[in-house]
């Protein structure tokens, strides 16, 4: 079983799952940048979806602040319609799966004193 999932894979996963551009940077002002923009994969509406959330990053709790932020950075940016073709903002939804309930409460708790 894995034990933890760890920035570089987040990285690897995301970019395999939203075919980020050969210039992606593998950092994290690099993986904002690509959440941001997109322009590779129009649409109208994004769904990302992170099985086995509870792992993500679990041995480095400030890494996976920062992914947190990020992700919910998007989510606010693409809402924006500023800037969006058409006027129209884009919904960037991000599920995070738990495979059990007390992984989901606890994961909500860490979100939740984020702050975001």
Known sequence: MISQLPCDYAFYEFSDA??????????????SDCLLDLNWVPAEAYL???ERAPLL?????????????????AVRAWADP???PAGRGA?????????????????KREIASLKL
């Open 18 to 31: 939203l075919l980020f551009p050969g210039y992606f940077g593998w950092n994290w002002n690099a993986f």
């Open 48 to 50: 990302v979806l992170v």
């Open 57 to 73: 990053m679990s041995d480095s709790p400030d890494e996976r602040h920062v992914l947190f932020e990020v992700l919910a950075r």
């Open 82 to 84: 500023l800037g969006r």
């Open 91 to 107: 919904p960037f939804k991000v599920l995070l799966l738990c495979d059990e309930d007390e992984d989901a409460v606890e994961l």
